[in-house]
């Protein structure tokens, strides 16, 4: 990945540079997905240290690995998103696909269905 400590990483010299707010944007890009990572893993700190079990067994722990394993996986993955876009922008290429907005949407709307099911069912 990298020819020496300190150093970029050698297809950063390869291609065209590209117009510096394209750059500037991926960068947002990449720190907005670490953004969200990291909320989502407060929320499962959250959930598991402050939030009461709920009457499901199980359901309590299973909501807070979901949030957990979803913003591990989405700050893992950040970085080699910022780098493949960083890549087909010096090459001239289309931007690559990736699926991670799809399981990170979905696994934030699993979340919210839960406890908006959690929170209507509660008796009051």
């Given at each position: 990945?990298?020819?020496?400590?300190?150093?970029?990483?050698?297809?950063?010299?390869?291609?065209?540079?590209?117009?510096?707010?394209?750059?500037?944007?991926?960068?947002?890009?990449?720190?907005?997905?670490?953004?969200?990572?990291?909320?989502?893993?407060?929320?499962?700190?959250?959930?598991?240290?402050?939030?009461?079990?709920?009457?499901?067994?199980?359901?309590?722990?299973?909501?807070?690995?979901?949030?957990?394993?979803?913003?591990?996986?989405?700050?893992?993955?950040?970085?080699?998103?910022?780098?493949?876009?960083?890549?087909?922008?010096?090459?001239?290429?289309?931007?690559?696909?990736?699926?991670?907005?799809?399981?990170?949407?979905?696994?934030?709307?699993?979340?919210?269905?839960?406890?908006?099911?959690?929170v209507l069912a509660q008796p009051r």
């Amino acid at each position: 990945m990298h020819d020496e400590p300190g150093r970029r990483p050698h297809w950063y010299e390869e291609g065209e540079e590209p117009d510096y707010r394209f750059t500037l944007a991926n960068e947002r890009t990449f720190l907005a997905w670490l953004r969200t990572g990291l909320a989502l893993l407060a929320g499962a700190v959250a959930l598991a240290q402050f939030v009461p079990e709920f009457s499901i067994t199980a359901l309590h722990t299973v909501l807070a690995v979901l949030l957990a394993v979803t913003g591990t996986l989405l700050s893992a993955f950040a970085y080699r998103r910022w780098a493949q876009v960083q890549r087909a922008m010096r090459h001239g290429r289309p931007l690559p696909m990736t699926w991670l907005p799809f399981v990170i949407g979905w696994a934030a709307a699993i979340a919210g269905a839960v406890v908006l099911v959690l929170v209507l069912a509660q008796p009051r």
